[in-house]
């Protein structure tokens, strides 16, 4: 029975939010404290910042390997497509409004010719950074995605599934992955500007989002 009274149904609901989010906690392998906030993430930058920061983050379009559905990886033999230069027009088209005080990307060709072609016409830097790089997936790298799978089945459910254990060429390149994400945001933030466009792959991406969240690859 639902007690209709003034302030009765909100207790009731208050109480079952906090019961199912202990219950959420219990059972999942949270980091960070990032479900809950009752822990506290490492913090992206040693100093606080001057001013409020505002981070666009932008994917680059389609590439050539992205469509023979190939794994990409760190490789610089997959550029962007006919259809992927003019997905970064539309974006550039999206963007002009907005005023940003620099741009950085990574130096793989697909998403360098990203950035450069969303940049054109824009007086403000255009840097690339090393820590912007995708993940480097060794011998995977430009094999189609079916075919690995079958090939190297242990290694590509742990690369799509189990991240964190994730182990290929000797080292851990999601671990990895999640610390130059860290990096880069001191590079990103630490940076003169108040507004800034990212441009750069889909992993690095996933762990710049988590990472500012406190969340780790798992």
Known sequence: TVNHRVGGAQVLTDTVEQSLANELVSRLPLTGGA???TGAAKPLLQKPLKKVKHVVLVRHGLSTWNEDSRIQGSSDLSVLSEKGAMQALKCKA????????????SPISRAKSMAELIWQGRSEPLLFLDTLKEAHLHFLEGMRNADAK??????????????????????????????????????????EGQSVL?????????????????????
């Not at 002009?96 to 620099?102: C, I, K, V």
């Not at 990212?198 to 798992?218: E, F, N, Y």
């Open 35 to 37: 479900f809950d906030f």
């Open 198 to 218: 990212v441009v750069t792959h889909k992993s690095i991406l996933r762990a710049l989002i988590c990472t500012a969240l406190g969340m780790g690859p798992d």
């Open 94 to 105: 999206a963007l002009e409004n907005m005023n940003f005080d620099q741009c950085f990307a």
């Open 150 to 191: 079958v090939q190297f089945p242990e290694i590509y459910r742990a690369w799509r599934e189990d991240p964190s254990n994730f182990h290929i060429g000797g080292g851990y390149p999601v671990v990895d992955l999640w610390d130059r994400a860290r990096k880069a945001w001191e590079e990103i933030l630490s940076a």
